[in-house]
């Protein structure tokens, strides 16, 4: 997260995908983590890793596609 925030004050637009073995509760509940900020939850097999980057990507321009 803050490596996302980082970038997006120098103004380098870019899609993120977070990634956590906590529930995403445990992280609203805690402040890490948005409710509007894609999550992926581990363990996660390869086509949910695979719709959840689809996703990311989907909500950028495309010059990033």
Known sequence: RVLAAA???RGRSM???FMSGYAREE????GMLGNELPLVHKPFTLPVLLE????ALGAVPARYS
């Open 7 to 9: 970038l997006k004050e």
């Open 52 to 55: 959840a980057v689809s996703a």
């Open 15 to 17: 899609p993120v995908l």
């Open 27 to 30: 992280l609203l509940a805690d």
